[in-house]
């Protein structure tokens, strides 16, 4: 093999022994973080060139004709996969910033992985309950169609599991903490006074600092709700509201998820309450929902609100069935709760530690 072959065999990993490299700290990334950078950087350019193709399609998509997408619904789509598409590129830049062992990006690699996991499973739960409720359709046999699906649902779930696990054992976390460690040969008259970050105070809590960030990121919704081709309606204990009303509804519901979480982050004592109480208030409205004898009726008229294709023969006695699918959505808010329950200790001792710092003494 000639010197020259080898050294352009070799091009590609010395990039990743570059990038993984963190010219401020004395450590690398381990081989297994190096994976999982690496595996981010794969998959947020794989989701980035399946919705530039979703785009196109839509771009091209007739407008007419049996199951088509109405015209008014275009502008809505194009927003939506526009938003997936801005998140494959940030997953593109985690990885890289994994790579170089930014903590920031571990936290935020862990919160993808958990949101990854629970769609994941509570989709393909969904799907498969879905497929052999239907009827019988010859030309797709239901043990291919579940295999396939299977397979495009496992493999979000296999890397979501891998990252929670290797993210989070302690020689990896060490590695992260090192890294942001300054040199021990430097004096701290030498050291640059640490920058302060609103919205990633470490005094916060790990725990409340997801949350926070979670509910907080409902914000990025409102400036589109008022704007939407058409007004979507909104199910609010046992009533279905329509036109301005519903964007009114829906415009509120954003900013109460949203307000609490950017309090949560900036230590506000206030902001705990209040989110528990926004959480608890989904909570009685989503089984309010599922046990409300109108359900059903309620569902039908929101879809014909809605003006979608029409729906596919066999999903009309899903109806029934999506009163329990409603109340698998109160997994998260629960989950907010308990969470934000058992660090309220915690974080109300580092917001009279950050109220003591910053008033005047």
Known sequence: MSS????????????????????????????????????????????????????????????TGPGAIPSSLHPLLYVIWSFFLACDFFVIVLGVQLIRLRNWARIATLIIAGCMLFFGVIGIGVIFFTIFLTPVDPAVSKPVLATVLAFIYGIPIAVSLWWL???????????????????????????????????NNPRCPLAVRIVGWYLASFILFLPIVPFLPIHIPAYCFGHLF????????????????????????????????????????LCANGVF?????????????????????AVPLGVEQMFHYMRYFNLLGLIVPLAIIITLYFSRRSFYFAASRDLAASSPS
Not at 182 to 188: F, G, Q
Not at 249 to 264: D, E, M, Y
């Open 4 to 63: 020259t072959f080898r050294h352009e065999l070799s091009f590609p990993f010395r990039i990743f022994t570059a990038i993984s490299m963190n010219m401020t700290s004395p450590v690398r990334a381990s081989a297994s973080v190096v994976a999982a950078g690496v595996v981010a950087i794969i998959g947020g350019a794989f989701g980035a060139l399946s919705v530039v193709g979703v785009l196109v399609a839509l771009r091209f998509a007739a407008a």
């Open 165 to 199: 696990i290797v993210l989070t054992r302690r020689s990896v976390a060490a590695q992260f903490q090192i890294a942001a460690a300054p040199p021990s040969d430097a004096s701290p008259a030498s050291l640059p006074a640490p920058s302060p970050s609103l919205f």
């Open 242 to 281: 329509r036109g301005p009303s519903a964007t009114l509804i829906l415009f509120l519901n954003f900013a109460l998820l949203s307000v609490p979480g950017i309090g949560l982050l900036l230590l506000k004592r206030w902001s705990l309450p209040f989110a528990i109480a926004c959480q608890a208030i």
């Open 289 to 309: 929902a599922a046990f409300s004898p109108s359900f059903e009726s309620v569902m039908r008229d929101m879809f014909s609100e809605m003006n979608l294709p």
